[in-house]
C-alpha cells in the first residue's frame, strides 16, 4: 500500500494561505464551469450551426473527451516537471482554446477549440490538486482547503448555465467561450503572483511510450461511449474503439509491471480507500452531467425559460454543493466514510426518482428537488472522496494519483451524457417515428434528430399538419425520454451504494 503523504524538505508554514488556496479554488471552479457553460447554449448551438444531437454531444464532449484522455499524462507531468509551471502551461493552453471557440463558424471549429480546452483542464487539475496537498500540511487545514477546492467544483459545474444564459441574454453564442477565455487570464495572473514555487518530486526520464499507450487507450475509450448513442452499442465501430482502449491499455499494464517510474501506479486501483472514492465520485459526475444535459434543454424547451432565467433555475445546486461538502466535513469525524459515500449516493438516486416523475406539465418544482438532491450528493461524496483519495498518496505521486482519479469521474460524465442520451434518443425518436406521419418524410427524419431540430420542424408546418397536436406530443416524447434516462441513474446509484459499504467493510479501510 502506497506510504501516507509525507512534508517536502521546503517545508512551508502551517499558516494558512489564501493567495494559493483562491487561485487553486478558482482553477478548479473554471474547469467545472466550462464542463456546464456550454448545457445552457444547446438550444442556441442548434439552430446557429444546426447541429444535431450527436453535434451536440460533442461539442459538449470534446473538452470532456480530451480532459479523460490526457488528465493522466497531466498529473505524471506536474510530478516529473513541476506542478506551478505544469499549471502555468494548463492555463495557458486554456485560454488559447477558449479563443478558437469564441471565433469558431462552424460545429467543427467548435469541437476542436473545445478540445484543446479540454486538454488544458487536463494539466491544470491534477497540477492544482498536488499544489494544495503541498502547501496544506496538517489535518484540519488540510481539510478545509479541500471542502473548499471541491465546494468550488460544484459551484462552477451549478453556475455554469447561469453565467451561459446572462451571457446569451445579452450576447452571441460565442461569448460564452471568450468568458472562459477571460476567467482563465485572470487565474493565470493570480497564479504567477501568489502560487509559490516548488520542485518537481519525482526524477528520471519522461515515459512517452506509457504516455502514448494511456492517451490512446482512454481516447479510444471515452470516443466510443460518445459515439455510441449514433453507432449503437452493438456496432463494429463501438466494440473496434472498445476493442482498441483494452489493448492499449493491457500493452500499458504489462509494461509498467516492469517500471518503477512509469506514468501508470496500478498499486493505486488495488487501494479501496483510493479506488472505491474515486468510484463513488464518478457515479456522481455520470448522473448530474447526464441530467444536466436534458435539464437545460427541458427548461427552454418545454417551459419556454431563456438561457438566462435557466441557468437561475440551476443555481440552487450551487448552494446544495456546499451545504453537502459542510456535512462531509462535520460528519467525517463521526461518521464511516462507507456510510458517508452512501448518503450521497442515497440522495442521488432519490433525486433521480423524483427525475423520473417528470411530465410536460411537472414545472419547475421537480427540477428544483432534483438539483438538490443532486448537490448534496455531489458535495458530500467529492470532499469525503478527495480527503480519502489525497490522503492515501505518498507526496511524491499526488500529481498522478489526482490525475487517475479525476479521469474516472471525467469518464463517468462522458458516459452519463451517453447514456441518458441513448435512452432520450431512443424514446424520442420511437415516439416520432410513430406519431410524426402528417408530416412529409423528409420533416420526419428531421424532426427526430433532437428537440430543438422537431421544434423547429413544427414552427415551419404552423397550423397545417396537425401540428398542435404534434406539439404536444412532442413534449410529452422529450419528458418521456427524459424519464427513461432516470432508470439509468437509479440502476448505478444502487450498485455503487452496495459496492462501497460492502468494499470499505473492514475495520481497516472503513474510517477512510
Same mark, same amino acid.
Given at each position: 500500500?502506497?506510504?501516507? /503523504? ?8 502551517? #499558516? ?25 447554449? !444547446? ?56 479563443? !478558437? ?35 496544506? #500540511? ?61 520542485? /518537481? ?68 486501483? &488495488? ?30 424547451? !418545454?417551459?419556454?425559460?431563456? /438561457?438566462?432565467? *435557466? ?22 469525524? &463521526? ?20 427525475? #423520473? ?107 397545417? #399538419?396537425? *401540428? ?45
Amino acid at each position: 500500500m502506497p506510504t501516507p /503523504p509525507q512534508r517536502l524538505a521546503s517545508d512551508r508554514s502551517d #499558516h494558512l494561505r489564501f493567495g494559493p488556496l483562491l487561485v487553486l479554488c478558482l482553477t478548479f471552479f473554471l474547469i467545472a464551469l466550462d464542463n456546464t457553460i456550454v448545457v445552457v447554449a !444547446i438550444p442556441s448551438l442548434a439552430r446557429a450551426l444546426s447541429a444535431s444531437t450527436s453535434a451536440l454531444q460533442w461539442i459538449t464532449d470534446a473538452y470532456t473527451t480530451t480532459f479523460a484522455a490526457m488528465i493522466i499524462i497531466g498529473g505524471y507531468t506536474a510530478d516529473r516537471r513541476g506542478r506551478r509551471p505544469t499549471l502555468i502551461f494548463a492555463l495557458v493552453l486554456f485560454f488559447f482554446g477558449s479563443l !478558437i471557440a469564441t471565433v469558431a463558424s462552424t460545429v467543427g471549429v467548435v469541437i476542436a477549440g473545445r478540445a484543446v480546452m479540454g486538454v488544458g483542464a487536463a494539466f491544470a487539475i491534477p497540477s492544482s490538486l498536488s499544489m494544495l496537498v503541498d502547501i496544506f #500540511h496538517s489535518g484540519t487545514q488540510r481539510e478545509t482547503a479541500i471542502a473548499g477546492w471541491t465546494a468550488s467544483a460544484g459551484v462552477g459545474v451549478a453556475a455554469g448555465p447561469l453565467v451561459g444564459g446572462v451571457l446569451l441574454d445579452h450576447f452571441w453564442w460565442g461569448s460564452i467561450f471568450l468568458a472562459s477565455g477571460a476567467v482563465a487570464l485572470a487565474v493565470l495572473v493570480a497564479a504567477l503572483i501568489f502560487l509559490p514555487s516548488n520542485t /518537481p518530486t519525482r526524477v528520471g526520464g519522461f515515459d512517452f511510450v506509457g504516455s502514448v499507450l494511456t492517451l490512446g487507450s482512454l481516447l479510444a475509450l471515452v470516443s466510443a461511449i460518445i459515439e455510441a448513442p449514433t453507432w449503437g452499442w452493438t456496432s463494429l465501430r463501438f466494440a473496434g474503439l472498445v476493442l482498441v482502449a483494452i489493448v492499449f491499455a493491457g500493452v500499458l499494464a504489462v509494461r509498467e509491471r516492469r517500471s518503477q517510474e512509469g506514468i501508470l501506479r496500478l498499486d493505486l486501483i &488495488k487501494v479501496p480507500t483510493f479506488s472505491i472514492p474515486s468510484l463513488a465520485m464518478g457515479i456522481v459526475y455520470f448522473v448530474i452531467f447526464g441530467y444536466l444535459f436534458l435539464a437545460t434543454q427541458y427548461l427552454q424547451e !418545454i417551459l419556454g425559460e431563456s /438561457p438566462l432565467n *435557466a441557468g437561475l433555475h440551476v443555481l440552487p445546486a450551487a448552494a446544495a454543493v456546499v451545504v453537502g461538502s459542510g456535512i462531509s466535513r462535520a460528519l467525517g469525524a &463521526k461518521v464511516q466514510a462507507r456510510y458517508l459515500y452512501a448518503l450521497g449516493l442515497t440522495s442521488l438516486a432519490l433525486a433521480c426518482g423524483i427525475m #423520473h416523475s417528470l411530465s410536460p406539465t411537472s414545472g419547475y418544482g421537480n427540477i428544483f428537488v432534483t438539483l438538490i438532491g443532486g448537490g448534496l450528493a455531489m458535495g458530500i461524496v467529492l470532499t469525503r472522496g478527495t480527503e480519502s483519495v489525497m490522503g492515501t498518496l505518498a507526496i511524491r505521486d499526488t500529481g498522478i494519483g489526482a490525475g487517475i482519479n479525476v479521469s474516472v469521474m471525467e469518464i463517468g460524465g462522458a458516459f452519463g451524457v451517453a447514456v441518458f442520451g441513448t435512452l432520450f434518443n431512443e424514446t424520442f425518436r420511437s415516439y416520432g417515428h410513430q406519431h410524426f406521419t402528417t408530416l412529409p418524410p423528409n420533416a420526419i427524419v428531421l424532426a427526430t434528430r433532437s428537440l430543438a431540430a422537431a421544434l423547429g420542424v413544427l414552427a415551419r408546418f404552423a397550423n397545417a #399538419h396537425g *401540428a398542435g397536436a404534434l406539439l404536444s406530443g412532442v413534449h410529452r416524447a422529450f419528458t418521456d425520454g427524459f424519464t427513461t434516462a432516470a432508470y439509468a441513474g437509479i440502476t448505478i446509484c444502487i450498485v455503487g451504494i452496495v459496492t462501497v459499504v460492502i468494499a470499505l467493510r473492514s475495520s481497516r479501510t472503513q474510517q477512510a
